[in-house]
């Protein structure tokens, strides 16, 4: 794998994170304060959590799409970006769904 297919899955990698971050942030994460509400469980108990995950967590699988496909060919397959692809689908995995399962 040479430089620029490294540099272009980085470059997706951390454009897929960081979306997959904000479209996972719930409104009411804004209201922890260490006091009253120490964290996600908290403030997902103590509001009415309007839960967008349905639409936002499909829209952030879509996005690691791209890196599923290239995994799957064997033109572009490499340990690096199996790798890639697999940090990023369990971080998508945890920021939707992951998180709130451990409050229950």
């Not at 971050?21 to 469980?41: H, M, P, R, T, W």
């Not at 995994?71 to 940090?87: G, P």
């Amino acid at each position: 794998m040479n430089y620029k297919k490294i540099t272009l899955t980085l470059i997706y990698s951390l454009f897929s994170f960081t979306l997959i971050a904000f479209l996972s942030y719930l409104k009411e994460e804004q209201y922890i304060d260490g006091n009253e509400v120490k964290n996600v469980c908290d403030a997902v108990r103590m509001f009415q959590v309007d839960n967008p995950r349905a639409f936002t967590a499909s829209l952030g699988f879509l996005l690691l799409m791209p890196l599923f496909i290239a995994c799957l060919s064997r033109k572009h397959r490499n340990l690096f970006l199996i790798v890639i692809t697999i940090a990023l689908f369990f971080w998508w995995g945890w920021r939707f769904y992951g998180r709130l399962a451990v409050c229950l």
